[in-house]
């Protein structure tokens, strides 16, 4: 018996001899592996890394070639001589108004369509339907959007090209962010909360309205600032819904044009009458567009933060 | 004979999906008892629970068969308003769970949300539950703070403080202690010995020396059946199952 385990490790030890043996001979694949371990991190890192760097190339040139051009008054004039002078305050209120106007349309549907898709729906066919619905809105292209809201808010509902009808057509290309936004908010809310509720006797309305929405809160309002940041800066949607080339006045109802800020870009980029001289301008209006967008998104971060912590 | 008992399920079927998760349950709830049901893991005690305050209703693709009579009413009737049933029912449950709200307004959401607008009542209400639960006096100074940052112990009274608010007539309690440490677990167990001077209590637990220390009934549940059921002395000397006998023995479960 005794012998018999003096042979197994007499034979194991062989073995361990013999590996270590071996490993000094392949030395060099050892450091074969860790290079190729160390050029895959490298990929990895580098790829990460783009992101970032892509955002700061991006920002760093609008601010080289777009900070002469803010000024005060850059920012509370209107254009002048043809837009290749003045301002841009009636684009910055027209993308504030057509944003605004996106989200107040958008937000009560899109959390109301996410109570019903993950707090009441069961599966079934119609389920199956809306998700549908939902997911092919989220991959129609925003021209699309445009031309649809084009034929319908503006010539169908008679609208024109006003606030309200760039506001719809924006409103809806939002509605799939906020929903899948509202509905991952709701899905974190823990089912101990519901049943909690229920059992002390609430309706499920009582229950959704004062214990999951309130929980569920922090996420929806981040994920509709981020969708309020994404309308605020397309150009496709509005551009035959709302926004229009050039107005001299200030919008004074919901029923006029207005001009906005991505537009005002496109148009001076491609369209002005002196492109090479409007560059500034140009570059002007871009950062200031970029400045709001990141405003919008670092409110979400600041606000989900400080809801979190609470 | 049915005015004896408080609680009444006969023939009681249960399914999740085409899974028969309790078979042919029968047992009555004497007022004022505390009943314990024991058995193995997915012995169907837990499903059996929540057959009571119909929280079964919210997992779909389940179905129960047999009748639930609580004051000569079928709990099951198509006609019965389960709002009213959960309101009378109260329930605890394994995790606490407090909302993630102050304490005092834990307390006071089955009120508000059963339509009680008088602050002052409210605030009676709060208070009285709160002593009948033993938390008053470690909460009273900060009963607006949040909920999320008291001990598990204390989370666990303050979701029966809770449960107790609405004045319910039967307290379902599904292993309340099982996420506790021995301290807290005694706390509600001393608790569940007050309780009963006012409340039916059904309890679920997997700790034995538990069920023979707050029940006054105990019954056993095995594979979707009940077993046996008999006084809780009674069950742990002298069981009358080989079944019931193997289990509190230790042997399997």
Known sequence: MNEAIIDTLKLEYTNIKSVNEKVLLFKDSGKRRRTIEQLFFMMFKVAAMINGLALIVIVSYLVINGYQSISFEFLIEAP??????????????????????????????????????????????????????????????????????????????????????GSLTLGIMSLPVIISATEEALKSVPDTYREASLGLGATKWQTIYKVVLPTALPGILTGTILALSRAAGETAPIMFTGAVFFTQTLPTSIFDEVMALPYHIYVLATAGINIELTRPLQYGSALVLLIMVLGMNLVAIIYRSKLRRK | MNDFFKLTASDVDFYYGDFKALKNVSLNFIEKEVMALIGPSGCGKSTFLRCINRMNDLISGTRVDGSIVLDNVDIYNDRIDVVNLRKKVGMVFQKPNPFPKSIFENVAYGLRVNGIRDKNAIAGMVEKSLIQAALFDEVKDRLKDSALGLSGGQQQRLCIARALAVEPEILLMDEPASALDPIATQKIEELIHQLKKDYTIIIVTHNMQQAARVSDKTAFFYMGELVEVNKTDTLFTKPEKIQTEEYITGRFG
């Open chain 1, 80 to 165: 002048k001589e043809s837009m290749t002078k003045g301002g841009i305050f009636p684009c910055i209120l027209g993308t504030l108004y057509l944003s605004c106007g996106a989200i107040i349309f958008a937000l009560p549907i899109g959390i109301a369509s996410a109570i019903y898709i993950n707090e009441y729906a069961v599966q079934s066919r119609f389920l199956n339907f809306i998700r549908l619905g939902i997911n092919t809105l989220a991959g129609v292209p925003s021209i699309v959007f445009g031309l649809f809201g084009l034929a319908f808010f503006c010539i169908v509902l008679k609208m024109g090209v006003s606030i309200i009808a």
